[in-house]
């Protein structure tokens, strides 16, 4: 596999296809744990901090706020390009003011601090117009790292066609990673920005850990060191990419977000990277092919598009056969996040058709969820599951738990695009 | 004219597409047909490992002597080897070690045959390996035991452990008009092939270290160390040729009519046709030597 500016790409698959059999998949692990990435300069970074005010975040939320926003204005590195936005029914710049980012150093940290000292709660909620003006502050910094951190404690007031547009424009310009607060926020609009802008979202259970989460998030921000890599993807004339999925270490759908390259290649953003490991699962549909007969099913390769540096590549392949023993292996990396894919898909399934008065379907599908978790070693789930579905333990029947803590229902319904890391084996691909 | 990857337009006599950069120089892929084969030997259009040169082989030696191996239909790879020479004139004959009886004089071909085992790792590379040394061995005039010996060595170098050890069969022949000496371990053969009457027919001259169960008893590799060859000195009874084959042919061979006509190349491909025609199910080795006659 190569190997260049410190990035590895792994291929774990099984290549052998039945002789009928025609989708192939594999496991992309990109790791840029390399020296090269630690050594590297970091590039310019712009950080946005998005603060909900509307009228829900008074009394102790928007102290907590305050303080988490100030927490993480102090993570942020000297030399950075920075804003603040409070948010209502419209968005405003609190600082540095007017159109422009202020750069990060002791006397204007100190000033942001200060405005974020006198924000207050009032207002409506309208998250697409927050999302539109940190896109516009960002977008003056094209080479830079660009990242929001949005935090809301309610649902979003906007039309859904609005709110579905602003994503839709801003998806892949720059990186947000939200947080929801409180009982009355949204799961799925906040999974919708996560899907979007290609971060992570997550609940703040308990209010008063909200500067934690600020702070870790600005860090991790602070330590993305090369912008906005893509996959380019290659699959055969007569083959079909199905999907291309990040699946650690959070599930996040990039089949829909391809640039065309050529007919037979396509772009999927990836955001930008520091010193982490990422896996993807790609699918591809080929073309029937004769026994022995061993194909490239995939190329893969990270570049920047900007410069078309090719970072890291590898070959997905394919070849038929007749032996049995060869391709009916399944490789343990594949089964694994395919699991995980199936357990996010049956918590999400489960809990609309809970919400939906669906007991039979939630019970089944919460059910299968756990014994899923249960088997792939997700001992939170499990655990959070256990909150709204009982399994007799000597039946193994399942029903649905009354009077379910919101709380507990939203980690269970935030954490399931969390998946699992497959304990490493001595054996290879 | 199009650029077989984006389907821009390309100028005749344009070396590079202009729209995506593919080189329009590249090789014509075997399957699609498309200018399109990258370096790692895949078609950038339609995705197919283009053959290899291992996959298809063909020698022919100036006296006619011919060889051929090929991946079969079934395998991913082939891991046959095989490697045919002659000997250079007036080189010292072969002193066959245990048959006390020296070859006559003449023009002589070596052959060397070696069929990786499947279940070992990087058996490609143990035949292609063993083939070579063995073969290099013989035409500096040592001694079948001293080959095989060398061959071995080389195909343990191979090996990372015990445990994970390329390993594969092996048969080498010095032929002569008057003398044939054979020199095996495994299941690959040699026949010796005369016409009579009721057309042409293959005498066995090896036995297979095979057990009951069908499992090989003899390869070279570093999980057999002291593996012992068996030799055998044949005098043809009178114009023939000696085949020399990997199990790819042998286990179509119950019934089968062996071409009396043409040159020994056109014979060792209709013998290959035959395998492949059968099913193809393993790589295919073929040399045949004509020898004493008008053959050739």
Not at chain 1, 148 to 165: C, K, P
Not at chain 1, 222 to 244: E, I
Request: glycine share 10%; proline share 6%.
């Amino acid at each position: 596999m190569a190997d260049q500016a410190g990035f590895t790409l792994h291929i774990d698959q099984n290549k052998y296809l039945a002789r009928d059999a025609r989708e192939v998949h594999a496991i992309l692990t990109i790791s840029s744990a390399g020296e090269a990435v630690q050594q590297q300069a970091p590039a310019e970074a712009a950080e946005v901090i998005i603060v909900d005010t509307s009228g829900s975040m008074s009394g102790s939320k928007i102290r907590d706020a305050r303080t988490a926003a100030a927490t993480a204005v102090e993570a942020l590195r000297d030399g950075v390009h920075f804003a603040v936005i409070s948010g209502t029914s419209v968005a405003k710049v609190v600082y540095p003011g007017g159109t422009g980012m202020a750069r990060a150093n002791p006397a204007t940290r100190a000033e942001a601090q200060r405005a974020i000292s006198q924000l207050s709660a009032r207002g409506g909620t309208a998250i697409g117009e927050w999302l539109k003006l940190a896109g516009h502050l960002l977008s003056a910094h094209p080479d830079a790292v660009r990242h929001a951190l949005l935090m809301t404690d309610g649902q979003n007031n906007e039309r859904d066609e609005v709110f579905a547009g602003v994503l839709a424009a801003w998806s892949g310009k720059f990186v947000c990673d939200s947080l929801g607060v409180g009982a009355d926020w949204v799961p799925a609009q906040l999974r919708m920005v996560s899907d979007a802008l290609l971060g992570t979202f997550e609940y703040v259970r308990n209010q008063h850990e909200l500067a934690d989460f600020f702070r870790r998030i600005t860090q991790n921000a602070m330590a993305k060191t090369v912008p906005d890599l893509s996959l380019r993807v290659w699959v055969p004339q007569a083959a079909t990419l199905k999907f291309v999925k990040q699946v650690s270490p959070t599930l996040l759908d990039l089949t829909g977000k391809r640039t065309d390259v050529n007919p037979l290649t396509g772009d999927y953003p990836t955001g930008s990277w520091g010193r982490e490991e990422r896996e993807y699962h790609l699918c591809v549909e080929v073309p029937p092919g004769q026994v022995g007969q061993e194909i490239r099913a995939g190329w893969v390769k990270l570049v920047r598009p900007d410069t078309q540096e090719v970072l890291a590549s590898g070959n997905v392949l394919a070849q038929w056969t007749d032996d049995l023993a060869l391709s009916t292996r399944i490789n343990p990396k594949v089964m694994h996040f395919t699991g995980q894919q199936e357990l996010h898909e049956l918590i999400q399934g489960g809990l609309s058709a809970r919400a939906a008065g669906d007991e039979a379907a939630a019970t089944a599908r919460l059910a299968k969820a756990r014994q899923i978790a249960v088997e792939s070693g997700r001992e939170d789930t499990v655990r959070l599951l256990d909150k709204v579905v009982e399994i007799d333990p000597v039946q193994g029947t399942a029903r649905l738990v009354r009077n379910v803590d919101k709380a507990d229902e939203l980690e269970l319904d935030t954490g399931s695009v969390r998946t699992s890391r497959l304990r490493r084996t001595a054996e290879g691909s | 004219m199009t650029c077989p990857l984006c389907e821009s337009p390309v100028a005749p006599g344009d070396s590079f597409c202009e729209a995506c950069g593919h080189p329009l120089t590249s090789p014509a892929c075997e399957s699609c047909g498309a200018a399109a084969v990258d370096a790692e030997g895949y078609c950038e259009r339609c995705g197919v490992r283009q053959p290899t040169v291992r996959d298809h082989a063909e020698t022919v030696l100036p006296g006619g002597a011919a060889a051929v191996t090929d991946r079969g239909l079934r395998r991913a790879r082939n891991e046959d080897a095989v490697a045919l020479h002659a000997l250079p004139e007036g080189a010292a004959p072969t002193v066959p070690v245990r048959s006390g009886a020296l070859p006559a004089a003449g023009p002589g071909v070596v052959v060397v045959v070696c069929d990786g085992v499947g279940s070992s790792p990087r058996a490609d590379e143990a035949s292609a390996v063993a083939a070579a040394t063995a073969a290099g061995a013989l035409l500096e005039g040592r001694t079948h035991e001293e080959a095989f010996a060398m061959a071995g060595q080389a195909v343990v170098k191979l090996a990372h452990s015990p445990e994970s050890a390329p390993a594969c069969t092996y048969v080498a022949a010095v032929a002569r008009p008057g003398d044939v000496i054979l020199c095996w371990a495994g299941d690959t053969r040699a026949y010796w092939l005369s016409d009579t009457p009721e057309g042409r027919v293959g005498t066995l001259l090896t036995e297979d270290d095979v057990a009951r169960g069908g499992e090989i008893t003899a390869w070279l590799g570093a999980d057999y160390p002291d593996v012992q060859p068996r030799t055998r000195s044949f005098v043809p009874p009178g114009p023939g040729l000696l085949l020399v084959c990997s199990d790819g042919l042998w286990r179509y061979l119950d019934g089968y009519r062996f071409p009396a006509d043409g040159t020994p190349l056109d014979q060792v491909r209709r013998m290959l046709r035959h395998a492949l025609d059968s099913g193809g199910h393993d790589n295919v080795t073929i040399a045949l030597i004509p020898l004493g006659g008008t053959h050739g």
